[in-house]
T-cell receptor, first 113, second 114 residues
Framework: QKEVEQNSGPLSVPEGAIASLNCTYS??????FFWYRQYSGKSPELIMS????GDKEDGRFTAQLNKASQYVSLLIRDSQPSDSATYLC?????????????FGQGTILTVHP | DTEVTQTPKHLVMGMTNKKSLKCEQH?????MYWYKQKAKKPPELMFV???????INESVPSRFSPECPNSSLLNLHLHALQPEDSALYLC?????????????FGAGTRLSVL
């Protein structure tokens, strides 16, 4: 069974700090990786997508992908209280299940003032 | 514009009722999805439609019946649901089913089955 696992939370960081979220995946055929943010009672909102090994930066967010280690991470710099949410790591494989997003269990992030 | 619109936002139904959830997008996307999310769990895929044809059914019970009348609209027909079917139902769409395409989620319908 194809799995996506995230580092256990909850994660609590002070305002202005760097929050580091990690994710591993079991399917070597996975091609695309996404980080979604979900506020309580709301739907998932895309934060980052990454498809190639290396880093991808967008504002305060940096996603890192290492396909050899089957590892994806998300760094949030200068964390703000508004970043407090559940962060979902997701992967899509390139096999017969095109279009199927497999999510990790999520990491709850709290940024305290 | 990456808007996926779901109606209704909330739905309460009895176990003998028949109801429908509606999802609409006007981004020209050709793949649409239904996910179910229970409290404190990640979304779980139910169905995938690609070019208005059902391409993935994740062994969902027949009391859930999807329908894709056209490329912009996706329905989920509900009949004889159980209390354990209470959840947030999320619709998503993407350009097509290819792996690099981002799935955009609607706000969801929160369903309570009494």
């Amino acid at each position: 069974q194809k799995e996506v696992e995230q580092n256990s939370g909850p994660l609590s960081v002070p305002e202005g700090a760097i929050a580091s979220l990690n994710c591993t995946y079991s399917d070597r055929g996975s091609q695309s990786f996404f980080w979604y943010r979900q506020y309580s009672g709301k739907s998932p909102e895309l934060i980052m997508s990454i498809y190639s090994n290396g880093d991808k930066e967008d504002g305060r967010f940096t996603a890192q992908l290492n396909k050899a280690s089957q590892y994806v991470s998300l760094l949030i710099r200068d964390s703000q209280p508004s970043d407090s949410a559940t962060y979902l790591c997701a992967a899509i494989d390139g096999g017969t299940s095109y279009g199927k997003l497999t999510f990790g269990q999520g990491t709850i992030l709290t940024v305290h003032p | 514009d990456t808007e996926v619109t779901q109606t209704p936002k909330h739905l309460v139904m009895g176990m003998t009722n028949k109801k429908s959830l509606k999802c609409e997008q006007h981004m020209g996307h050709r793949a649409m999805y239904w996910y179910k999310q229970k409290a404190k769990k990640p979304p779980e895929l139910m169905f995938v439609y690609s070019y208005e044809k059902l391409s993935i059914n994740e062994s969902v019970p027949s009391r859930f019946s999807p329908e894709c009348p056209n490329s912009s609209l996706l329905n989920l027909h509900l009949h004889a649901l159980q209390p354990e079917d209470s959840a947030l139902y999320l619709c998503a769409s993407s350009q097509d089913r290819r792996a690099k395409n981002i799935q955009y989620f609607g706000a969801g319908t929160r369903l309570s089955v009494l």
